[in-house]
């Protein structure tokens, strides 16, 4: 069963940056993509962005611009660094690996609060 990890999550003000991080407990060559969700109360869980093992990156219309996803294998690690953060960014943070259609694995969430 792999595991993923998620860190980097906090308290930051607006026009501030974070870097989310997703530690897996195995290579994550074995998932076909990586990606990053969100969900703030009261909403639905949304992607935000996602990298697949040939390093193709895409992004909700509402980070393109300040967020970028990367990943390095060598550490099992995959990135989301968040630039120009705004109120609306907060939201728990989840990183989802895939490895088919129907195996999908999910780490635990990181909070991530934009506020003044």
């Known amino acids: 069963q792999v595991q993923l990890v998620e860190s980097g999550g906090g308290l930051v003000q607006p026009g501030g940056s974070l870097r989310l991080s997703c530690a897996a407990s195995?290579?994550?060559?074995?998932?076909?993509?990586i990606c990053w969700y969100r969900q703030a109360p009261g909403q639905q869980r949304e992607l935000v962005a996602s990298i697949t093992n040939g390093r193709e990156t895409n992004y909700a219309d509402s980070v393109k611009g300040r967020f970028t996803i990367s990943r390095d294998n060598a550490k099992n690690t995959v990135y989301l660094q968040m630039n120009s953060l705004k109120p609306e960014d907060t939201a728990v943070y989840y990183c989802?690996?895939?490895?088919?259609?129907?195996?999908?694995?999910w780490g635990q969430g990181t909070q991530v609060t934009v506020s003044s």
């Open positions: 989802n690996g895939r490895r088919s259609v129907t195996t999908v694995y």
């Open positions: 195995g290579p994550i060559f074995s998932f076909y993509a």
